[in-house]
């Protein structure tokens, strides 16, 4: 029983066998060729490859934010949003970015850091990778404003002083462009555009007359010049008048040459003066003088004579 059951799945295995291998032989050919394999899907397949790109800073306080840099063009979509970081934008592979720096009022850009260097204006990345990109920003120079021409205060005098030491004054020309902002103890200020040339003139009070200058400008001269190339602070120094000084021919004291009428030497009337040797013409009030002074020594001699003559007779 045993041996035929065995005999029966030899039988069967060889049947098999026989078959398949008269199927193999009898195949047309590239039956066995064809590719028939399932297609794996590849995510992505097709898609350019897309990098992404940061600018600024992230979880600042937003009084600490001096600017802000503005893409162009503006990116394929958002990164997804994350707290605490900094502007993110999605660029295909290759893209050209332009950066260009906002900055805040009072503020200007300085330069690139990050993933740029330098400070051209507008910066430019090339989105091979992921980058990211920071502005800094500097507090501007007093008086720099985009657009408009640089301006530079000009202080003339002294400030915080009691009104009975102010001696003069310096009157200023051209007008400033506008007046400094008012602080209590401040001397005179304008505002003038850069480059600008202003004539500086001293006023003395009456019985004082101008010196020198001192602080940005030096020497005597009248008017004085300064040129506006930064911020300017002028004084004027004046002294007390000598006895006459200053004033206008004809005022005070004559001048060389002349006699107390205004008259010249030897041009005087004959009636108002009296000639010495040399015909020099005097002022009358010299004249007088010297009349008082002969009557004077002819009284003492006559009082000598008169003395004399007494003592004789009591001899």
């Given at each position: ?49 897309r990098f992404s790109l940061m600018l600024g800073l992230g979880a600042v306080s937003p009084e600490f934010i001096l600017g802000h840099i503005v893409p162009d063009p503006d990116p394929v979509e958002s990164c997804p949003e994350l707290p605490g970081q900094p502007w993110c934008g999605q660029y295909e592979s290759g893209a050209e970015v332009l950066l260009t720096p906002i900055p805040n009022e009072g503020y200007v850009f300085s330069h690139w850091t990050g993933d740029l260097s ?198």
């Amino acid at each position: 029983m045993g041996k035929q059951r065995g005999l029966s799945v030899g039988i069967c295995f060889r049947a098999v066998t026989v078959v398949l291998t008269a199927w193999i032989c009898c195949a047309p050919v590239g039956a066995f060729s064809e590719d028939r394999s399932i297609p794996l899907e590849v995510e992505g397949e097709g898609e350019e490859e897309r990098f992404s790109l940061m600018l600024g800073l992230g979880a600042v306080s937003p009084e600490f934010i001096l600017g802000h840099i503005v893409p162009d063009p503006d990116p394929v979509e958002s990164c997804p949003e994350l707290p605490g970081q900094p502007w993110c934008g999605q660029y295909e592979s290759g893209a050209e970015v332009l950066l260009t720096p906002i900055p805040n009022e009072g503020y200007v850009f300085s330069h690139w850091t990050g993933d740029l260097s330098g400070s051209a204006v507008p910066g430019v990345v090339i989105m091979d990778a992921d980058k990211h990109v920071t502005a800094e920003f500097v507090l501007s120079a007093e008086g720099e404003v985009e657009g408009e021409v640089e301006r530079f205060e000009l202080k003339l005098g002294l400030g915080a002083v009691s009104p009975e030491f102010i001696l003069g004054q310096i009157l200023p020309d051209p007008d400033p462009v506008e007046l400094c902002p008012s602080l209590p103890g401040q001397p005179w200020c304008g505002l003038y555009e850069s480059g600008a040339e202003v004539l500086l003139t001293p006023q003395p009070k009456e019985g004082y007359v101008f010196s020198h200058w001192t602080g940005n400008l030096s020497g005597s001269a009248v008017p004085g010049v300064v040129i506006m190339d930064a911020d300017k602070h002028v004084t004027a120094e004046f002294t007390l008048a000598a006895e006459g000084e200053g004033e206008l021919p004809g005022e005070g004291e004559p001048m060389e040459g002349e006699t107390a009428e205004g008259e010249t030497e030897g041009e005087a009337d004959d009636d108002d003066c009296q000639c010495c040797g040399g015909g020099k013409a005097v002022a009358p009030r010299d004249a007088i003088q010297r009349m008082l002074g002969d009557y004077l020594l002819l009284g003492l001699s006559m009082l000598m004579l008169l003395s004399m003559a007494v003592a004789g007779k009591r001899s």
